[in-house]
């Protein structure tokens, strides 16, 4: 089945072109079945790219699934026209006092790896959302960044900066068999990241309410859940492009700072050859499993009873 997003939204033009699968408004509107509904908090400077990337995994689901995009306020970001903005945002306040439930939640990472939470202009909005999503969605899936802010939120768990930015494709493992999370994966797989920050692992292994479900060396936990499937913690970026590494390394050249070449990354280390995608199958199976064991198969038929049970 496949994702329903706004007609005229550009992500529809890039997925037709990879043969998958979208629904537009329209369409959708004559199809008389109980859909997902999903939301995208997006955080990301380049709001586009996040889209196209982030709805290639939802629609490798069997369901279909509404998506609504959020923003948090009304600034305009510097990467993404305001027309764009303006036509499928919906402004989180407004959701809010809508009273609307989601099944899904997606909050994205944010460039903010080497800022304090305090300092981030919309940090009280961010947790305003956060405290809402447990009232008001079945399971909220959080990216890096987002991650790293809801352990500091929800559990007191903060990170600390790396010396050196970990930026490269790792080799990962699981860590239980049977979660269902993770159901499918290979005993070990293969994923990118760019970060400055990490959580400890043993204290995030240390807490009563949290799972380690997948980590690797030297750059901990890669995959966390809470014991009630609620928060789902993701550290790595399973929805990056295979350019995506190449083009942050890139862009930091050419702005004059000083960056090591992605591990593990281009091959022999050739920043001219192109990187192959090693991570794409886990990433789909990831995006699916949530979707699957997480929020279809709990979520309530009627969202207006989430509030009434949580």
């Known amino acids: 089945m496949p994702i329903k997003i706004?007609?005229?939204?550009?992500?529809?033009?890039?997925?037709?072109?990879?043969?998958i699968f979208v629904m537009s408004d329209s369409r959708a509107s004559s199809?008389?079945?109980?859909?997902?509904?999903?939301?995208i908090l997006n955080l990301m400077p380049n709001k586009i790219e996040t889209e196209v990337q982030l709805m290639r995994l939802l629609a490798n689901s069997p369901l279909q699934i509404n998506i609504d995009l959020l923003r948090i306020d009304m600034r305009v970001p510097k990467n993404t026209p305001a027309s764009h903005m303006d036509n499928f945002y919906h402004l989180f306040d407004d959701v809010k006092n809508s009273s609307k439930n989601y099944d899904g939640l997606i909050i994205t990472g944010a460039p903010l790896g080497l800022?304090?939470?305090n300092e981030i202009y919309y940090w009280d909005k961010l947790q305003e959302v956060l405290d809402w999503a447990k009232k008001h969605v079945q399971s909220t899936l959080?990216?890096?960044?987002?991650?790293?802010?809801?352990f500091h939120h929800f559990y007191g768990i903060d990170r600390?900066?790396?010396?050196k930015k970990i930026s490269g494709v790792f080799e990962h493992k699981t860590h239980d068999q049977y979660e269902p999370l993770t159901q499918g994966f290979d005993d070990t797989f293969k994923m990118p990241h760019s970060r400055y920050?990490?959580?400890?692992?043993?204290?995030?292994?240390?807490?009563?309410?949290?799972?380690?479900?997948?980590?690797?060396?030297?750059?901990?936990?890669?995959?966390?859940?809470?014991?009630?499937?609620?928060?789902?913690?993701?550290?790595?970026h399973p929805e990056y492009n295979a350019t995506t590494l190449s083009d942050e390394y890139h862009r930091d050249i050419q702005n004059g700072l000083e960056t090591e070449i992605p591990e593990n990354y281009f091959p022999d280390d050739d920043v001219s050859?192109?990187?192959?995608?090693v991570w794409r199958s886990h990433g789909n199976l990831l995006f699916c499993n949530w979707l699957n064991h997480y929020v279809y198969q709990a979520t309530p038929y009627d969202l207006s009873q989430l509030n009434q049970s949580k």
Not at 6 to 19: F, G, R, S, T, Y
Not at 217 to 223: I, K, N, V
């Open 31 to 39: 199809q008389d079945i109980r859909p997902m509904e999903v939301a």
């Open 142 to 150: 959080h990216l890096c960044w987002a991650a790293h802010a809801a």
């Open 115 to 117: 800022v304090d939470y």
């Open 6 to 19: 706004p007609d005229q939204l550009p992500a529809i033009k890039v997925l037709q072109q990879e043969n």
């Open 197 to 236: 920050g990490q959580v400890p692992l043993e204290k995030l292994e240390a807490h009563p309410d949290l799972n380690v479900l997948a980590s690797f060396e030297d750059g901990g936990a890669f995959l966390v859940a809470s014991k009630d499937r609620r928060s789902v913690f993701i550290m790595g």
């Open 160 to 163: 600390f900066v790396r010396p």
């Open 273 to 277: 050859k192109m990187p192959p995608n």
